[in-house]
């Protein structure tokens, strides 16, 4: 560590990465600023884009609401062109919620800081991207073991590249 105690290296890390968090605020606000969406339906989005929903109700387990609650906010994002209705494989009588190409590109937009990020690296040496990469892999090991451990999530360390423009690869 060269002279530098653990306590001054973690300060020193937390001033980064407010500073980094600071620099790429601007653009990591972007997306959302001129968003046409509330932020129940921009999950809603998010969970259908994503996979992790393509029906109702399992929207409606998800944001823990009822399901005439998704109801209304999936026809209005249907009507916005943010969500479509396809026919279920096994049964033509059930529908599942697919993105659109507007949702599609939505997403795009919000997650496009990682391209950013990409440039960054670029300007980086070698070694610098090396130790970075050590490091990032350092810190995700460190949240992994206390996420499987049990610990309270918001208890967890934040890799370096959350929060600060810089992707960790995940």
Same mark, same amino acid.
């Given at each position: 560590?060269?002279?530098?105690?653990?306590?001054? %290296?973690?300060?020193?890390?937390?001033?980064?990465?407010?500073?980094?968090?600071?620099?790429?605020?601007?653009?990591?606000?972007?997306?959302?600023?001129?968003?046409?969406? =509330?932020?129940?339906?921009?999950?809603?989005?998010?969970?259908?884009?994503?996979? /992790?929903?393509?029906?109702?109700? $399992?929207?409606?387990?998800?944001?823990?609401?009822?399901?005439?609650?998704?109801? =209304?906010?999936?026809?209005?994002?249907?009507?916005?062109?943010?969500?479509?209705? $396809?026919?279920?494989?096994?049964?033509?009588?059930?529908?599942?919620?697919?993105?659109?190409?507007?949702?599609? /590109?939505?997403?795009? @937009?919000? =997650?496009?800081?990682?391209? !950013?990020?990409?440039? %960054?690296?670029? !300007?980086?040496?070698?070694?610098? %991207? $090396?130790?970075?990469?050590?490091?990032?892999?350092?810190? @995700? @090991?460190? !949240?992994?073991?206390?996420?499987?451990?049990?610990?309270? @999530?918001?208890?967890?360390?934040?890799?370096?590249?959350?929060?600060?423009?810089?992707?960790?690869? /995940?």
């Amino acid at each position: 560590m060269g002279g530098t105690t653990r306590q001054e %290296l973690v300060e020193q890390y937390r001033t980064d990465r407010r500073a980094m968090s600071e620099l790429f605020m601007p653009r990591l606000m972007s997306p959302f600023l001129d968003l046409e969406l =509330t932020l129940h339906q921009l999950k809603v989005v998010l969970l259908v884009a994503s996979g /992790r929903a393509a029906s109702g109700k $399992a929207l409606a387990q998800a944001l823990e609401i009822t399901p005439a609650s998704v109801s =209304t906010t999936v026809e209005r994002l249907v009507a916005l062109d943010y969500l479509a209705r $396809a026919d279920a494989t096994a049964d033509r009588r059930v529908k599942r919620l697919v993105p659109t190409p507007r949702a599609v /590109r939505l997403c795009d @937009r919000i =997650t496009d800081h990682q391209n !950013a990020s990409d440039d %960054l690296l670029e !300007a980086l040496s070698d070694d610098e %991207l $090396a130790a970075l990469a050590r490091g990032v892999a350092a810190v @995700r @090991r460190a !949240a992994e073991a206390r996420a499987g451990s049990g610990q309270a @999530r918001d208890q967890s360390p934040e890799p370096a590249g959350e929060g600060s423009g810089i992707s960790s690869g /995940r």
